[in-house]
């Protein structure tokens, strides 16, 4: 379909509409190929026109010539459950010279999901009137993936935000440099930011949105912050969130997960620059043993298009921090759940001493002393409180009095709207001991820990009862800053099975994992020592991965977990003795300790040829 000029009437417009169509899918794309050439072509724009609603929503537009080429356009429509029709309306003002034309028009995705006869599984949600089934992690995110919204009915309302009525109990951060903006439609800069919200797929619908434009400068900070959630537990839970990143100067946007009220958190995920005029969907897994919050921080880029639109927030499987006592008893100050009430009745979370240090600096608590963050969590203690090695792990684990001493299991993949039958079925590490076992597992679990060989001791096992052949499960460490040259870690495993799977220790560090020790197979009915070598490593984790056999008959079990010589060297004042070899940094080595291809020194002087 084309245009070509016809005369030269002030104001004209040629209006191409589609059928009526009804119920699209969550996941509808409309695409079509245009032309739009001449010296004075014009604009011209596609509107959604939903029944019910007087204001047309603008989905795109072309506002001048754009070459002697047909070029792809990419409309996301999303889920529109009222019945609908497109119409493409090409304006001509005065002066008209050129060619406007329109061809291949095609949906994608845009039925909604079948009819199952079956909707099995701990991960699947069977819908009540459509009876398709859908991924549970679709329950209760504010989109009806169903197209009856029994996936979105006795949903928590705290869980989730569409900001259709304001922030819900969602808060702005008081100290960054400026606001979300709540808006309906399209944002104030052309070629920039959403055109419609998501919940509603119309110019009628609210979203948060980032404005780029002056007064705000280049890596200016807008944060938002979620309510407080209680720990997780050995568990998980999951937050879900639409984004919008469209225009050329768009910069970034990052989510934090924090436990101490006034620290910036750790970064669970960031996206950077320009993802296209689209909204998209973004999934985290959180864990945490400590009441936690959720940050979501937009950064503007070096330019008006940068807008970052936000909307329907939703939490799956988490659970709100009531505040009325400590979880965990009495934690160190600026811990988020110390939480006093001002006078209007808003908690307020403690904050850490006063201090100057930088965000590359870790604060001590209880002195608010700095100490480099390659300082924190390196075996070594350099806070008179510890604080440092606080939130680690320890040194030396034997599972007693169930403490799992900072080990964690890494988030699990698949989440369920039916949270704890799925964490009961799923392959994972748990503490177990000798007499708690049932009959049939005394011929392939531990009957006595390693520590106190009795049946009352506590160790690790990854339970196969759970699961299927070939799963996997993980217990990792926190981040480890730094270790010293003789780091290893020690530990006793028991292997004993008919159908005994594998286990391997990893190391993981930014995006890479590689295999240190692994082990298959059955081993015997006894406690086997292991030692793995780690030697100078600086920001990585320890992960222990068990992989399950083709039967339950074979658990793997861990105890007595301990890093030996790992903090990293201490440089002194002191001369070296004869005995000893002084390193190009100053540190003493044993002279059996040269040419021995281990780096004692750190800077590998003691392995130079030269010697």
């Known amino acids: 379909m084309f245009i070509l000029k016809t005369s030269n009437s002030i104001s004209q417009i040629a209006r191409l509409r589609s059928p009526n169509f009804r119920q699209t899918g969550s996941n509808c794309t409309l695409s079509f190929w245009y032309y739009n050439y001449g010296e004075s072509v014009g604009a011209a724009e ?32 999303g889920r529109l459950p009222h019945p609908f029709q497109l119409s493409l309306d090409k304006i001509s003002l005065g002066v008209y010279e050129g060619v406007s034309a329109i061809d291949d028009i095609r949906f994608e995705n845009c039925a909604l999901p079948p009819l199952a006869l079956s909707c099995e599984g701990p991960n699947h949600f069977w819908c009540r009137d459509t009876k398709a089934c859908i991924d549970s992690l679709l329950v209760c995110d504010l989109v009806d993936d169903c197209g009856d919204g029994s996936d979105e009915d006795s949903c928590d309302p705290d869980l989730q935000c569409d900001f259709e009525n304001g922030l819900c109990n969602w808060e702005q951060d008081v100290e960054d440099d400026f606001d979300w903006i709540r808006i309906q ?70 989510v934090f997960q924090r436990t101490v009220s006034n620290a910036k958190g750790w970064l669970l995920w960031y996206k950077f620059g320009n993802q296209e005029n689209r909204w998209i969907r973004q999934t985290l897994f959180l864990s945490s043993s400590k009441p936690f919050q959720i940050l979501v921080k937009g950064i503007v880029g070096d330019g008006f298009t940068g807008d970052i639109g ?98 964690y299991q890494p988030a699990l ?33 531990p009957l006595t820990d390693h520590t106190t060989c009795t049946e009352e001791g506590w160790y690790l096992f990854s339970d196969s009862s759970n699961g299927e052949f070939g799963d996997t499960a993980d217990i990792a460490t926190p981040v480890i800053s730094l270790t010293g040259p003789r780091c290893k870690i020690v530990f006793w495993n028991h292997m004993n099975g008919s159908t005994i799977g594998s286990l391997e220790v990893l190391y ?85 300790n040269l040419c021995d291809f281990v780096n004692d020194c750190e800077d590998n002087s003691d392995e130079s040829p030269s010697i």
């Open 46 to 77: 596609l509107q959604l026109l939903v029944d019910g609603l007087k204001q047309p929503t603008v989905l795109w537009r072309t506002y001048y010539s754009e070459g002697n080429q047909w070029l792809k356009a990419v409309i996301q429509l």
């Open 185 to 254: 439609g399209p944002t104030p800069t052309v070629n920039t930011g959403p055109l419609k919200d998501h919940t509603t797929g119309t110019a009628r619908g609210h979203y948060l949105y980032l404005e780029s434009s002056e007064p705000r400068q280049f890596r200016d900070k807008a944060v938002l912050l979620s309510p407080l959630f209680n720990p997780s537990g050995y568990g998980t839970c999951a937050f879900r969130f639409h984004y919008h990143m469209f225009g050329k100067e768009v910069y970034k946007l990052s």
């Open 310 to 407: 936000l909307d329907d927030v939703s939490f799956l499987g988490c659970t709100l921090y009531n505040g009325a006592q400590h979880p965990f008893g009495s934690f160190f100050k600026g811990d988020l759940p110390t939480i006093s009430t001002t006078t209007s009745g808003t908690s307020v979370p403690a904050t850490l001493p006063m201090n100057n240090c930088t965000e590359k600096e870790f604060v001590c608590r209880a002195s608010g002393h700095c100490i480099q963050m390659i300082q924190k969590c390196d075996f070594r203690s350099d806070c008179s409180d510890e604080s440092d090695e606080s939130a680690c792990v320890t040194e030396v684990c034997d599972f007693g009095d169930k403490d799992l001493c900072g080990w």
């Open 413 to 445: 993949e698949q989440i369920s709207g039916n949270y704890s039958v799925l964490i009961a079925k799923t392959f994972k590490w748990q503490l177990g001991r000798g007499a708690n076992l049932y009959p049939e597992e005394e011929q392939h679990c």
């Open 508 to 592: 993981k560090s930014s995006n890479k994992t590689s295999k240190l020790w692994s082990q298959t197979g059955s081993q015997g009915p006894q406690w086997n020592r292991a030692e793995v070598f780690l030697g100078i490593r600086s920001d990585f984790q320890v992960i222990f991965r068990a992989k399950r056999g083709v039967s339950y008959m074979g658990d793997v079990a861990l105890d007595d977990i301990t890093f030996e010589d790992c903090s990293p060297l201490l440089i002194s004042d002191k001369p070296c003795t004869s005995e000893e070899f002084m390193c190009a940094n100053k540190y003493c080595i044993p002279k059996n």
